[in-house]
Nanobody
Framework: QVQLVESGGGSVQTGGSLRLSCLTSVPRGDRFSDYHMGWFRQTPHKDREGLAAISQLSASTVYADSVEGRFTISRDNAKNTLYLDMNNLTPEDSAVYYC?????????????????????WGRGTQVTVSS
């Protein structure tokens, strides 16, 4: 099974920055680069919001309007790790952040950043931004 573990969450003030990481283990015979990856976030009583996705070899990325220009998704396939660099944070960015994986296939569908298009999920890491 694919297992994802997020880290790097915490509390920051408005305007601050954080880097989230997602260490991924994949089944024997698979490679991390066999999977497209994404970041999502969720607050109570709201649907999970897609933030960014990156294709298996980093050739393509996509961002939600709410984070474009402030967040950067990247991956290091040698380290089986996905990253999300978050800058200029505001209280509206406070949420539990999740990484997700989808076995490489139709990248075009993942560009819509729908949670239902991703198969594997981490347990999340809390980000709190204070004013």
């Amino acid at each position: 099974q694919v297992q994802l573990v997020e880290s790097g969450g915490g509390s920051v003030q408005t305007g601050g920055s954080l880097r989230l990481s997602c260490l991924t283990s994949v089944p024997r015979g698979d490679r991390f680069s066999d999977y497209h990856m994404g970041w999502f976030r969720q607050t109570p009583h709201k649907d999970r919001e897609g933030l960014a996705a990156i294709s298996q070899l980093s050739a393509s990325t996509v961002y939600a309007d709410s984070v474009e220009g402030r967040f950067t998704i990247s991956r290091d396939n040698a380290k089986n790790t996905l990253y999300l660099d978050m800058n200029n944070l505001t209280p509206e960015d406070s949420a539990v952040y999740y990484c997700a994986a989808a076995r490489a296939g139709m990248w075009a569908s993942l560009e819509k950043l729908r949670a239902t298009d991703f198969t594997y999920w981490g347990r999340g890491t809390q980000v709190t931004v204070s004013s």
